[in-house]
């Protein structure tokens, strides 16, 4: 299928591995111009010239924390006008609660919550005047089912989800859409660090945690990000217009929901 969306521009923020690259792929095999992101410079550069080699997409690289208001200075000077928006950052750390200081749940408000409204508000009313916008923010299958350990991720990400769900409807009319993609367990860097954290606290190796962990999935398996980057790719497409306001699971049906 043909999405449509050749020569958009993309800002994909926290882009040089994972989720957020895959995003950043999915988008250049469309003809999309894509702005990558990250705090480290190699790992983007790297997957820049991937990107670049496979599709021979347009891409810009821009080193930035997306959670500082001076790195989405830098993001927006590279790309002031994105024709998408995927916004994207490190998930908060794994703990108890009672551990957590206000700073901690400041951190992540920031980065889960206030980032990608911020994004969102520098961004979306430049889609509306062109009349297409396509916004997706990477968010965690957390918000429909909490995870314990994870507190900080569950509260963060569902302000932002309570957020968009009112502004989503505001824009729409002007072919302006925002929806949530919610990760469940996708074999990338973060999940092999949260395996290997709860390793070290239940004693056990994170082989175990992630082979135990990969039993609890119906699929039987971890998500491919290439599967989640693809999902992205068709919500950011010119065909998605009517689709918004949506909380999209990829989890190989872990949630065990009807709805
Ligand atoms: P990942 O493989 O660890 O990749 C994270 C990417 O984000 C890297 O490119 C990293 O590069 C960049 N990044 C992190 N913090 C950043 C910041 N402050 N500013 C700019 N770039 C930043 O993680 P992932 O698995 O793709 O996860 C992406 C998001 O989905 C996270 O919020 C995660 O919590 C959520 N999620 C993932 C899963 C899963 O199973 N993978 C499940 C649920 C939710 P630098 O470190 O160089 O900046």
Same mark, same amino acid.
């Given at each position: 299928?043909?999405?449509? =969306?050749?020569?958009?521009?993309?800002?994909?923020?926290?882009?040089?591995?994972?989720?957020?690259?895959?995003?950043?792929?999915?988008?250049?095999?469309?003809?999309?111009?894509?702005?990558?992101?990250?705090?480290?410079?190699?790992?983007?550069?790297?997957?820049?010239?991937?990107?670049?080699?496979?599709?021979?997409?347009? =891409?810009?690289?821009?080193?930035?924390?997306?959670?500082?208001?001076?790195?989405?200075?830098?993001?927006?000077?590279?790309?002031?006008?994105?024709? =998408?928006?995927?916004?994207?950052?490190?998930?908060?750390?794994?703990?108890?609660?009672?551990? #957590?200081?206000?700073?901690? #749940?400041? @951190?992540?408000?920031?980065?889960?919550?206030?980032?990608?409204?911020?994004?969102?508000?520098?961004?979306?009313?430049?889609? =509306?005047?062109?009349?297409?916008?396509?916004?997706?923010?990477?968010?965690?299958?957390?918000?429909?089912?909490?995870?314990?350990?994870?507190?900080?991720?569950?509260?963060?990400?569902?302000?932002?989800?309570?957020?968009?769900?009112?502004?989503?409807?505001?824009?729409?009319?002007? @072919?302006?859409?925002?929806?949530?993609?919610?990760?469940?367990?996708?074999?990338?860097?973060?999940?092999?660090?949260?395996?290997?954290?709860?390793?070290?606290?239940?004693?056990?190796?994170?082989?175990?945690?992630?082979?135990?962990?990969?039993?609890?999935?119906?699929?039987?398996?971890?998500?491919?990000?290439?599967?989640?980057?693809?999902?992205?790719?068709?919500?950011?497409?010119?065909?998605?217009?009517?689709?918004?306001?949506?909380?999209?699971?990829?989890?190989?049906?872990?949630?065990?929901?009807?709805?």
């Amino acid at each position: 299928m043909d999405l449509g =969306i050749e020569g958009r521009t993309a800002l994909v923020c926290a882009s040089s591995k994972g989720l957020g690259r895959a995003c950043a792929l999915s988008l250049a095999r469309e003809g999309v111009r894509v702005t990558m992101s990250a705090r480290g410079a190699e790992a983007l550069e790297e997957a820049a010239d991937a990107i670049r080699r496979e599709t021979g997409a347009t =891409i810009t690289t821009v080193i930035a924390d997306v959670t500082t208001a001076d790195g989405r200075d830098r993001l927006l000077a590279a790309c002031p006008t994105p024709d =998408i928006l995927v916004n994207n950052a490190g998930g908060p750390k794994p703990g108890d609660f009672r551990e #957590w200081s206000r700073e901690d #749940w400041m @951190n992540a408000l920031d980065a889960n919550m206030i980032t990608p409204i911020e994004l969102i508000k520098a961004t979306i009313d430049s889609m =509306i005047a062109r009349r297409f916008g396509r916004i997706v923010n990477i968010t965690s299958a957390a918000v429909k089912m909490p995870i314990d350990t994870l507190g900080l991720s569950n509260g963060a990400r569902a302000g932002l989800t309570g957020f968009v769900a009112g502004l989503a409807r505001q824009v729409v009319a002007h @072919n302006v859409t925002i929806n949530n993609l919610l990760p469940g367990p996708f074999d990338t860097d973060r999940l092999r660090s949260t395996a290997a954290m709860a390793a070290q606290a239940s004693g056990q190796t994170p082989e175990a945690i992630l082979a135990a962990r990969r039993e609890r999935v119906p699929a039987r398996r971890y998500g491919d990000p290439a599967e989640f980057g693809d999902a992205c790719a068709f919500l950011c497409g010119a065909r998605a217009g009517f689709m918004t306001g949506q909380n999209l699971v990829l989890d190989g049906g872990v949630y065990p929901g009807t709805l």
